[in-house]
């Protein structure tokens, strides 16, 4: 009788699958970040006498810690999401959250046992990234036939060539193969089948493509994760009220510095301090985008700005663009629903036309509404429009693909890094 091949998958074992598993990290840490804090300011059998003040406090820190630990667990799925630089920015976002609560409901709380469980959750998930580091990258057994060449291992993602259908006594936590592929031999096929029996993951040489880059193929239209071309209508429509409600906040506290701004535009150039341009909106539908003026109104170039070495560009552009501060006034497209925070940005009527006779489903594109910053432009940067077209068509069907709360979130952070460095601006 033939023996039969056993395989394992790696960190399937019961101590692996309990110390990295997220039950280990939910209890043990709310055990400290909650626990702890509290133990140190009411002492032993706190929980035994609960007044309103410790109930409010104890059930802050667990909602922060929660809403902490997944949304880095979610955020972590997509490419380029270097947690460890969002670790800081989570935890002060999340107790700033759950602080803002208790003051606007006027709940007693204590503030001692609050902040010393936000530097404890510091420590915690800092701790937790960095020992846990080597295992959190994947490591892929990778069957070399059709298009798997194109592959390449990142930071992340260690991709290793098998020379048969065997995975030789090392344990992965997947296998990737190009399933489509002519070349994929019955040895192959009984091989990929076993992987599966063996509860071993076996992904389409697309998929990982897609997680390593950050972006979609575009030589086809493909339907996205919710397995319709539609995004989720019920994200759509808690999105747009979240954009209204922050547009409506930041109004106030930014026209100071857009009132600064366009003083400064006008005394630096002659010419109006916005410029208004007709572009292509959600659904397909043309509207007026509103932006600083960032270039002399007498000089002619190209349909699209070139780099920061573009002779149109002003003093003050330069230094506005850098920083972003051009995109301000597009709080009132956000206000009036035309445009969204997060979102693929929206293109001229010339760019749109011309790209819609390039790519036969680059309408689908309008499918959310556009954004004032966006996946595309975290990853590839501000770049000339035409010069990285096809690339950042490539990065916007990603989004429209994975449209969801955390990919806004990691976009969101990564905007934040731009708008404080100037790294990664056009």
């Not at 990258?137 to 290793?160: A, F, S, W």
């Not at 956000?334 to 390039?358: A, C, H, N, Q, T």
């Not at 096809?390 to 976009?411: E, G």
Request: hydrophobic content about 45%.
């Amino acid at each position: 009788m033939k023996e039969r091949i056993r395989y394992e998958r790696r960190h399937s074992r019961w101590y692996e699958a309990l110390l990295l598993g997220w039950p280990f990290q939910l209890i043990v840490g709310a055990l400290l970040i909650v626990g702890l804090p509290a133990w140190d300011r009411w002492g032993w059998g706190f929980w035994e006498y609960l007044p309103p003040y410790r109930s409010n406090t104890l059930i802050a820190c667990v909602l922060a810690f929660i809403g902490i630990l997944w949304t880095l667990r979610r955020m972590h799925r997509f490419p380029g999401a270097r947690v460890s630089a969002f670790i800081a920015p989570t935890i002060a976002v999340a107790y700033l959250l759950v602080v803002a609560i208790l003051f606007f409901t006027r709940e007693e709380y204590t503030r001692q046992v609050l902040f010393v469980s936000f530097l404890m959750s510091l420590g915690w998930f800092y701790l937790a990234f960095f020992l846990g580091r080597r295992y959190r990258r994947m490591k892929l057994g990778v069957v070399p036939v059709g298009r798997v060449g194109e592959l390449e291992p990142t930071p992340d993602i260690e991709l290793r060539s098998l020379t048969h259908p065997d995975l030789g006594g090392v344990r992965y936590d997947g296998v990737v193969a190009d399933l489509h592929a002519e070349e994929l031999s019955p040895e192959w096929e009984r091989f990929l089948a076993r992987c599966t029996l063996h509860h071993i993951p076996v992904y389409h040489v697309r998929q990982i493509q897609e997680s390593m880059s950050g972006r979609v193929r575009i030589e086809h239209l493909t339907e996205n994760e919710y397995g319709s071309l539609l995004p989720s209508l019920s994200y759509q429509g808690v999105k747009r009220f979240i954009d209204l409600v922050a547009a409506l906040l930041l109004l106030p506290l930014l026209a100071p510095i857009m009132l600064a701004t366009a003083i400064a535009i006008r005394l630096d150039s002659p010419g109006p301090a916005l410029f208004i341009q007709r572009r292509m909106g959600f659904r397909a539908v043309p509207f007026r985008v509103y932006k600083f003026r960032s270039m002399y109104m007498d000089q002619k170039g190209l349909g699209f700005t070139a780099g920061d070495d573009d002779p149109r560009i002003t003093r003050v552009g330069r230094f506005i663009r850098k920083y972003r501060l051009d995109e301000l006034p597009q709080l009132f497209n956000v206000i009036k629903g035309e445009m969204s925070f997060i979102g693929p940005r929206p293109e001229s009527m010339e760019l749109s036309d011309w790209y819609e006779r390039d790519v036969p489903f680059f309408s689908y594109r309008h499918v959310v509404r556009p954004g004032i910053s966006g996946w595309a432009q975290v990853e590839q940067g501000y770049a000339a429009e035409v010069d990285g077209m096809t690339t950042k068509l490539q990065y916007d069907f990603y989004y429209i693909k994975h449209f969801s709360l955390w990919l806004d979130i990691l976009i969101a952070f990564k905007t934040l890094k731009t708008i404080v460095t100037g790294y990664g601006s056009r």
